[in-house]
């Protein structure tokens, strides 16, 4: 079993920038795939960002390509996601996830386990 805890959510203002972290329990955070998912206010949950076991392959939504960048520490068993240049249509809960492919999560498929979220408000 994993569990997902979330921090570094708050509110910035429009071209900011704030850096999102993940901590996993639990012995298989190692070999999981990790990933990234955002819903924001009256719509559906929609991937973010993934990254293989390795940290060797990386995938991001376009809307968020160039700007986010996702990475892990397997030693301290976290997940990060570093959020530059944020827009209004950035603000979400953002959810952490665990699967074992990393491609999978794209489509939102293979999720084993979720985050309670953190919120994150681009606002001026």
């Known amino acids: 079993q994993v569990q997902l805890v979330e921090s570094g959510g708050g509110l910035v203002q429009p071209g900011g920038s704030l850096r999102l972290s993940c901590a996993a329990s639990?012995?298989?955070?190692?070999?999981?795939?990790m990933g990234w998912f955002r819903q924001a206010p009256g719509k559906e949950r929609e991937f973010v960002a993934a990254i293989s076991w390795s940290g060797g392959r990386t995938y991001y939504a376009d809307s968020v390509k160039g700007r986010f960048t996702i990475s892990r520490d397997n030693v301290k068993n976290t997940v990060y996601l570093q959020m530059n240049s944020l827009k209004p249509e950035d603000t979400a809960v953002y959810y952490c996830?665990?699967?074992?492919?990393?491609?999978?999560?794209?489509?939102?498929?293979?999720?084993?386990?979720w985050g309670k979220g953190t919120l994150v408000t681009v606002s001026s």
């Open positions: 996830a665990g699967g074992p492919i990393a491609a999978a999560m794209i489509k939102g498929s293979g999720i084993n386990y």
């Open positions: 639990g012995r298989t955070f190692s070999t999981s795939a």
